[in-house]
């Protein structure tokens, strides 16, 4: 009876191979033939990605029939349109640039070592990574500055107006991005494979390459534009609110454009291609291992959970904007455990019917299922340690009162001290994940590669949520700018505050799938190049370890100086135009906005450039000089304090951002005392801290993670010769 | 000939044994009685031991016939006298608590698990090391106390006259403490392994016990002084020069005795146990290495190397004091330098004439002297990245003009780029190291731990350079409560800066040696526990290894946290005193210093217990939790990112120290200026970084490692049973 049952799921799980293809052939016997149920997977996550696409597509053309509202905002609008789209066409060209370089070597270099026609489909397969994922976050920034003008319109009907637009323009990035990549891989994928007819380690091989092109975008994307977008914020507040007294986003105020931009390509676009370049990072890990272990299952099952993971995206996506009752956070939380628990039903039922043999499917499942817990409970205690409503945003705020010093150094020691409960936890997620895998026979580091997987598949909704944020933000900008009065800002506000909590806790998704992503990342290399076994006691691992654990902090560092050397530029500009312009400051004269814009452009890409050197130019140095056991440690080094860093970064910043708040909202003085001012000061430091260091570190490290896995093979080959 | 002229160096080396005892019976044999050999060495070390204990009280008898000055000096040194030791009373009594419950802890379990010889002999010998060293940092301090007062008043007659008070002052601490950790080894060692017969292991594992115990009084000393005297520094400069706008050390300010005593108490005592840790670890570590090996000669040889470092640094300290003709810090560096260079050539005949078989005494020669390069290179890149002649200290000054968040971030940054250059240099190590032990047939592990110890061979001269600093900075400060004069305190002044120099060298030399030393402590629990091999991909390693990472930040920000908390405390008194007692603002009337001293003390040992707690139940429950392999992992972890947020809270601190100095040296707007303000801000926010958090990780470090070895094999008897 039960055997039965399972049957007829199983046909159903496999059921579009069977109105497909190779049905006749093979006849009743048809669920014994791995092929077929194989390709039953592809066309699921193929449907998948492309359903995805057009559910993003669909949502942008309705946010485009709303209402963008007034004169004064469509020329905010404007403004903000063209310098969004003058950073993306630089960003872009020089992306280009790189890719193209990159992609040559690559092709070279597997083309001498290996074969013209590998070479030639690795090359091709990185820049249609980048080319994917650039085309997917350009869109999904267009229809954020889309959203914006129309999330401030529609406040003026109201929340329950506005919050749905706010949310579909999140989703649009989040929907279309995971679509394109997945559909991407997948198609990449059926090619080499099916098609093709290669061998599962080399098709794979071909899918790095894919989620190398994509972190090509995610580096200049969130690094580049994390520089542009604090930038500017830094900018606007030190001279406008801390010098001349103005309030935040002041048409007055020269810089007031770029910030609104940077909030578009910064948060939005960034955010989003760091998310994706993670998540296309987990799904590739995950084939190499199963590719390297030799089960074909193995190698297509995770573009199937990822299907499901977009599944349940789109899903959740219907319920969550008809929800809104009061609170825009609660809808937006609903939307991420209602995609987790859709998730899980689709997942028990994709791997339990997966045709794996005996009990191993438990062996996927479990690890899986551990990961997305993981996110959860990371996502929640970020979520104590940033929000407004807790001890440690409100005990900085209360040390503000004692003096600048204080603030920063509670602020920076809450942050540390919030690493805890995520590090537990994903030393927790590594243990069970490796031992649920073991236990039912499935290769352990396929486990710890599920456990990413898992906390990731849910991403669709995760970059909706983030997206949301910045738009309601710029929404508010433009609601003030354009004086739609207090009422609509009010309206404004109140999503703004949703997004800061739901930005908390996909933060630390991102971060905990980072980790466990760059983990599988690890172990893929190790697979790559053969180590067996890494002895952690010999000279080389512990030096490898020690440069790689060195990596993290040192390109923070360059982050944080880049987006220093940046603002002191600007200020300079500012100030001069609050000396030059005539009536600028009475509200008289129009400050020159595109000015700001370019210095915050160009400055970002430039400044971007020798953080990326290093992240590019370091593993592979490591490699050459001192071995492959080395460049093992250094991953290893670069995961374990990436991860201390990202998630000190992240929550000092968010924690000193509420403190601030906390006291806006007239506790310790509020508004204009010297608790504010101090306050004021660490919510600066924290900025770049939690908008540039701290998210481009997941970004540098799949990076660097990537350029050991794509060239160590092929520089060792050179070596062996 | 070569070879008779080198048994000739050999009868010398070990000629002190020919006078003493096994002469006769041994006849014209006795060079090659590895007893006696090791036997001279034994009392080689005791001898310099003992003989730079002499050294130090002769010092401090010729220091104490000084002039201590005028009636307003001697209050305000007895005020400082009074506060110093009733801190030390203090926390001496919570000292001899902890130890007393950790000794029966320790003998008791080592009764159960091996025998009550043992038991006892391992509590006895953890007492007799925290005793010892207590008694060398008391007498310090005490030297310290008395120096600084009659430093003020020779700095009256010149800096000719008042250099050599300070820095001799320095020196009773670094020969006393030194040589009492030497002698108290050495005879432990004597002791059990000749008088008692005792094997090597066992009685290793006695001195073991003896590094346990100096620990102890290390975690005390240096954090809970170390939140001390920023307590008092903080708090002091908050209301007195930021609110206040009174000058730095006003006889004023309640908290400025406070602030006095804290030099004393937090650097000069805290500092100088804090090296011995690591110092005495370092040579326990690679006795027990040897032990574990089995070569007696290489068990003995680490006390060998001591003595010749020991006495490098008495030669030295009779050349420096004479050599100052204008500079003091070149006389400081001279000092470094010199012993250095003697200790290198004691070094090399000590080595060469061991006895090592064929060319094995290379082995251990070079990769000391690699330690002691290191150690240098270290200290110099340290001093780039703080002085205030180079280019990070000023572009945080220029960046002070921005405001004081870039002024915060510039620090960070800097603070972060700074761990590259000691970071390699420790990988470069680490490897040579290694090698260089291997080619000549000793065991790599053992040519690691030599590394440590070349590079706290002179900590006896680092000692003293360090103790140096506070003593200086007190004169100045009683130079200016018992208004000398202008002229008094700019010599002051030029011996403080010197500290200022001197202090960044050797606290790379600190750290630096610390990583090693842990490096090597790491090794010696390997030994221990019987891991032969340490797999870094299996999930107990990964996640000991994500635990260990986490630990230095978490530490370090639970004694940020306590700094601040205490601060506020006292910050509240001190503004309770401006606004109650009539007249203090006015200076006709008193403060109560009392009061100030109190809250320091209290707070300090309260605030210090939680994150000491932390240190020593973190390894005991990972290894309990997760086995012997997780906490492997755990410590490699923790040396990973101790080193790391060692480095960089010192550096960033010592820079926006200087920072600020190059601003009130008149640049960009000088005294007063807006980027003062923002530069004294980031000099708070930094102080804590570099005098608490960041010195007290290597004691953290060394604590936790320290639990793991002694520990761990008594725990891993429990769970085998």
């Not at 959203?147 to 999140?170: C, D, H, I, W």
């Not at 150094?409 to 995520?422: A, R």
């Not at 456990?451 to 990731?456: E, F, P, R, T």
């Amino acid at each position: 009876m039960i055997t039965k049952s399972f049957l007829c799921v199983q046909m159903i799980v496999n059921f579009p191979v069977l109105g497909w293809m190779r049905v006749s052939g093979n006849g009743g016997n048809h669920l014994k033939n791995v092929g077929g149920v194989l390709m039953a997977w592809l066309v699921f996550s193929t449907l998948a990605g492309a359903g995805s696409m057009v559910v993003a597509l669909l949502l942008f053309e309705r946010i485009l029939r709303k209402d963008p509202g007034t004169g004064r905002m469509l020329e905010i609008y404007s403004a903000i349109k063209e310098g969004a789209l003058a950073y993306l066409r630089r960003q872009n060209r020089t992306l280009a640039v790189f890719v193209l370089v990159m992609a040559i070597i690559l092709g070279v270099v597997a083309t001498v070592l290996r074969n013209a026609t590998i070479g030639l489909s690795m090359a091709i397969a990185y820049v249609l990574g980048s080319a994917c994922t650039t085309l997917a976050a350009y869109l999904g920034m267009r229809a954020a500055v889309e959203t914006n003008v129309r999330v401030a319109s529609a406040a003026r009907k109201g929340l329950k107006e506005a919050f749905p637009v706010a949310y579909y323009g999140g989703a649009v990035m989040g929907l279309f991005v995971v679509g394109i990549s997945l559909f991407g891989i997948t198609v990449l994928f059926f090619v080499f494979r099916e098609l093709l007819g290669w061998a599962d380690v080399d098709a794979t091989d071909v899918v790095l390459s894919f989620s190398f092109g994509a972190s090509a975008l995610a580096l200049f994307a969130k690094a580049g534009g994390g520089i542009y977008t604090k930038t500017a914020d830094i900018s606007a507040d030190l001279v406008g609110k801390v010098e001349l007294g103005i309030p935040e986003d002041d048409p007055r105020n020269p810089a007031v454009i770029a910030d609104n931009v940077g909030d578009n390509v910064g948060d939005v676009a960034g955010m989003g291609a760091d998310l994706t370049d993670s998540y296309i990072a987990s799904v590739a890990a995950t084939m190499v291992i199963g590719a390297e272990i030799g089960n074909p299952k193995l190698v297509t099952l995770p573009l199937l959970i990822a299907a499901m993971g977009l599944f349940a995206s789109i899903i959740a996506l219907a319920f969550v904007a008809r929800s809104i009752r009061r609170s825009p956070g609660r809808a937006l939380n609903l939307g991420t455990f209602l995609t987790c628990g859709i998730f899980v039903v689709l997942l028990l039922i994709a791997v339990r019917f997966s045709g794996l043999e005996g009990n191993s499917w438990l062996g996927v499942f479990l690890p899986t299922l551990a990961g997305l817990g993981a996110g959860v409970v990371i996502g929640l205690t970020s979520d104590y340690f940033t929000s407004i409503e807790k001890k440690p945003a409100r005990r900085i705020a209360e040390a503000s009162v004692t003096g600048t010093a204080i603030n920063i150094l509670m602020g920076f020691s809450y942050g540390m001290v919030s690493i805890t409960p995520p590090i537990l936890c994903i030393a927790a997620t590594t243990i069970a994940a490796w031992y649920l895998a073991k236990a039912f026979g499935i290769d352990p580091f396929y486990g710890i590669a599920s456990a990413a997987l898992g906390m990731l598949s849910i991403v669709g909704t995760v970059i909706s949520a983030d997206a949301y944020g910045p738009i309601s933000d710029n929404a508010k900008g433009i609601a003030e700018q354009a004086s739609l009065g207090e009422e609509v800002v009010a309206v404004t506000d109140m999503l703004d505050a949703a997004g800061n909590t739901s930005k908390a806790i996909t933060k630390g998704f991102a971060i905990g799938s980072a980790a466990l992503t760059v983990l599988a990342l690890f172990a893929a290399y190790a697979h790559l190049v053969n180590i067996k076994s890494l002895e952690l006691m010999s000279p080389q691992v512990i030096a490898g370890l020690f440069i790689g654990v060195m990596m993290p902090p040192v390109l923070s560092a360059m982050l944080i100086l880049a987006v220093s050397r940046n603002s002191e530029r600007m200020i300079e500009e500012i100030r001069r135009q609050f000396r030059e312009i005539p009536g600028l400051a009475e509200g008289t004269a129009k400050p020159d906005y595109a000015k700001c814009v370019d210095i915050a452009t160009a400055g970002a890409l430039r400044e971007l450039l020798p953080s990326g050197i290093v992240a590019i130019v370091a593993p592979a140095l490591t490699l050459i000089v001192l071995g492959k056991e080395a460049l093992a440690g250094f991953l290893a080094g670069s995961i374990l304090s990436g991860i201390i860093f990202a998630l000190f970064m992240a929550n000092a910043g968010g924690a000193w951002d509420n403190a601030k708040k906390y006291i806006e909202e007239g506790h310790f003085g509020g508004k204009g005392s010297e608790a504010h001012k101090a306050a004021v000061v660490g919510d600066t430091v924290g900025d770049p801290f939690k908008d540039t260091a701290g998210p481009s570190l997941n970004t540098m490290i799949t990076v660097m993670s990537l350029v050991a896995e794509v060239f160590a093979p092929l520089l060792l080959l050179i070596f062996s010769r």
